[in-house]
Structures are given as structure tokens and as C-alpha cells.
């Protein structure tokens, strides 16, 4: 799968967002090294710390289903479609660099300029598990 089609899942995913709080709608897609397939939105609550981001949601997904070998992950944003890429944030960065120093994220839009990055460039000097 190209990440053009990895970035239209996300985008399709999207649609469930749960986001009445910010009303910004993210959706995610993760791409194993298996083929398969795992999709996220986001999910807020009312009480804000229990919001989960989409990117988690996907990679909570594929883990707790036994697939760790993580590949890409794609995501996108409601104005992912005006050229503005979304990046995870801080934690979701930390969560993805769990499962892989070498895993891809894959931003912009299906129909316009895709983009990718390792996720070593996003959260470089990272805390491991080998830190302690
Ligand atoms: N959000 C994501 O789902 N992914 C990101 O990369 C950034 C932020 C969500 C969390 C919250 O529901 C909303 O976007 C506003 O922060």
C-alpha cells in the first residue's frame, strides 16, 4: 500500500471522530509490517485528560490485537485539505517510538502534497527503555 492510500484511510476515519469539545476531527491509520490495517480517531471527554488522539487510538488498536511490527502511520486533520500537515504531539510521538525507531508518519493530504518522516526525526534524543 502507497501512502497516498494509507493517507485516504485516515482521512475516511476521520468521519468518526469524537471531538465535540474542540471540534477538530483527526483520524489515523496504521500501516503493519504485515499488510494490515488499523484506523483511529480522535476521542475526547469531558474531563480533557481523558481524550485520547487519534494516532494512540490506531496504535492501541494494532497492539492490542498482536500487532506490534508497526510500519507507517498515516494522519489527518480537518484542514490536513488547506496544505497544513498535522504532526503528532509529544506523547503520541513517545507511544510510536515504542513500537519502532524506524516507523513512518505520513501527512498531507491523498489528493495533494503527501509528505514523510521517520519518527527518529520527530522525537530525536528520545527516553527508551534502555534509559533506566
Ligand atoms: N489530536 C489528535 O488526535 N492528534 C494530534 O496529533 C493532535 C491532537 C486531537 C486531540 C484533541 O481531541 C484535538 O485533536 C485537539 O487537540
Not at 476521542?43 to 506490534?68: L, Q, W, Y
Not at 519502532?100 to 521517520?118: A, L, Q
Amino acid at each position: 500500500m502507497d501512502n497516498r492510500e494509507l493517507l485516504e484511510i485516515a482521512e475516511n476515519a476521520r468521519k468518526f471522530s469524537y471531538s465535540p469539545y474542540s471540534k477538530f476531527r483527526v483520524g489515523a491509520a496504521v500501516l503493519t509490517e504485515g499488510g494490515k490495517v488499523f484506523t483511529g480517531c480522535n476521542i475526547e471527554c469531558a474531563s480533557f485528560g481523558g481524550t485520547n488522539c487519534a494516532e494512540r487510538v490506531a496504535v492501541f488498536k494494532a497492539v492490542s490485537e498482536g500487532h506490534r511490527d508497526i510500519a507507517k502511520i498515516a494522519i489527518s486533520s480537518d484542514n490536513s485539505e488547506e496544505d497544513k500537515q498535522i504532526f503528532p504531539c509529544g506523547i503520541c510521538r513517545q507511544v510510536i517510538f515504542e513500537f519502532g525507531m524506524d516507523i513512518k508518519i505520513v501527512t498531507g493530504y491523498s489528493k495533494g502534497k503527501v509528505f514523510e518522516y521517520g519518527i527518529g526525526e520527530l522525537l530525536p534524543h528520545s527516553f527508551t527503555g534502555d534509559d533506566f
